[in-house]
C-alpha cells in the first residue's frame, strides 16, 4: 500500500489573474486558473485516494532564503497597494529602477506582461511555497513520495526575478530544505518550457537538469548557451512535431542521463503541458494523455523517493485525466 500524500495549498484560489498580454494586444484569458489544481486533484484521486493534506501555512521568511530580500520587499509592497480587482504589470523595464516610485519598480524584477500581480496573489504564492516544503518535509520524515499541487507554480521565478506565472521557486526551496537535512538531491523538470529561474539555483548540493523545447523559438525566448557551461545544469531539447512514444523515449534517455546512483531524493517540476492539446506550446508536439501513465511508470520505477511539483499544464478539458494517468503509472511501479 502506497503511502503517497497530496500537498493542496489552501490558499492558491486568492490568486486570480485575468488578462494575459504576453502576445500584444488584445489580451487574452488567463490560462493560470484555480480550477487547474482542483481538475489535477481530481485526477489523482481517481488513482488513488491519497491523504490530501491542505497546507494553511505561507513560507514568509524561507523564501528569502533564496530570493533576494529587495524582491520579496516589493512583491509584497506592490501587493498592499492594489485595490479590490486591480492588476499590477510594469509599465516599463529597466536594470536598475530602484530609486524610482515604487509603481515602476516591477520592471527591474519581471521582463515580461504575461504575470500580472493581484493583491492577494504574493499571498497565494507564498503559500504555494510552503506547500512545497510541507511536501519536503514529509518525505524526509516517512521516507515516502508526495505530490504537491503547486500554484502559483515555481519554476520560472528566479533569485529576483518573476515571470511564466511564478513568484517563487518551488522546487529549490525544498531543494534547499532536503539538502540541510543531509539529503543528496537532483532536481529534474519536464514541463514543456524551460525553468530558467530554476538554472539559476543549480549547484554541487542541488543540480538541475531540464528537458523541454526550444528556448530561442518557445517561451522564454532564451539563448541558453552561458546556461550550458555550468557544471550542475543539464539541458536538453526534444525536437518539435514529435510523437508522445519519441516523447517518452526522450524522458527515460533524459533519466537515464541525468540521475546518479549516489542520488537520494528526486525533485521533480512536473508539467502536463507538454499534452498535444495545450495552449502554451508556440511548437506542437504529439503527446496523448495516456503517454502520461508511460512517463509515471518510468519515474516510478526510480529507487529513490520523488517529490513531485506541479508546473504547468492549461488543457482543463484533459488535465485530470493526464494526473490520473501519470499517478497511476507512477504508482503501479512505486515499491513502498
Do not use: W
Not at 486570480?16 to 486558473?33: F, R
Not at 505561507?58 to 512583491?75: G, M, P, Q, T
Not at 511555497?129 to 519554476?155: C, D, I, M, T
Not at 539563448?223 to 543539464?234: A, G, I, L, R
Amino acid at each position: 500500500m502506497s503511502k503517497m500524500k497530496y500537498f493542496y495549498p489552501k490558499h492558491h484560489a486568492l490568486h486570480k489573474p485575468s488578462i494575459d498580454l504576453s502576445d500584444g494586444l488584445p489580451g487574452y484569458k488567463h490560462l493560470e486558473v484555480a480550477s487547474r489544481v482542483d481538475l489535477v486533484l481530481e485526477g489523482l484521486l481517481k488513482a488513488y485516494e491519497a491523504e490530501v493534506v491542505y497546507v494553511e501555512g505561507v513560507a514568509s521568511e524561507r523564501v528569502r532564503s533564496i530570493h533576494d530580500d529587495d524582491y520579496v520587499d516589493f512583491l509584497l509592497a506592490i501587493g498592499e497597494e492594489l485595490e479590490g480587482e486591480e492588476e499590477y504589470v510594469p509599465p516599463l523595464f529597466r536594470q536598475d529602477l530602484s530609486k524610482s516610485p515604487r509603481y515602476f519598480q516591477g520592471g527591474m524584477y519581471s521582463n515580461e506582461i504575461g504575470t500580472p500581480i493581484g493583491k492577494e496573489s504574493i499571498y497565494a504564492a507564498l503559500n504555494s511555497a510552503q506547500s512545497a516544503l510541507e511536501g519536503a518535509k514529509y518525505l524526509l520524515e516517512s521516507a515516502h513520495s508526495a505530490f504537491v499541487l503547486n500554484r502559483p507554480p515555481g519554476h520560472h521565478a528566479g533569485r529576483r526575478t518573476y515571470g511564466g506565472y511564478c513568484f517563487f521557486n518551488n522546487a529549490y526551496l525544498a531543494a534547499q530544505l532536503l539538502v540541510e537535512a543531509g539529503k543528496r538531491v537532483r532536481v529534474l523538470d519536464i514541463d514543456y518550457h524551460i525553468g530558467d529561474g530554476s538554472m539559476e539555483f543549480a549547484s554541487q548540493a542541488a543540480p538541475y537538469a531540464s528537458l523541454h523545447a526550444n528556448t530561442l523559438r518557445n517561451y522564454p525566448y532564451l539563448d541558453t548557451t552561458h546556461q550550458e557551461e555550468n557544471p550542475y545544469v543539464s539541458l536538453e531539447t526534444f525536437s518539435t512535431g514529435i510523437s508522445g512514444e519519441e516523447y517518452v523515449a526522450y524522458v527515460a534517455n533524459f533519466i537515464e542521463k541525468n540521475v546518479q546512483e549516489r542520488d537520494e531524493v528526486i525533485v521533480l517540476s512536473l508539467g502536463f503541458d507538454t499534452l498535444e492539446s495545450d495552449y502554451t506550446q508556440d511548437e506542437y508536439i504529439y503527446v496523448k494523455t495516456e503517454n502520461f501513465r508511460t512517463i509515471g511508470r518510468v519515474f516510478g520505477a526510480l529507487k529513490q523517493e520523488v517529490l513531485i511539483l506541479l508546473e504547468g499544464g492549461y488543457d482543463s478539458e484533459n488535465l485530470a485525466l493526464c494526473a490520473q494517468e501519470f499517478m497511476s503509472g507512477f504508482l503501479s511501479q512505486k515499491k513502498e
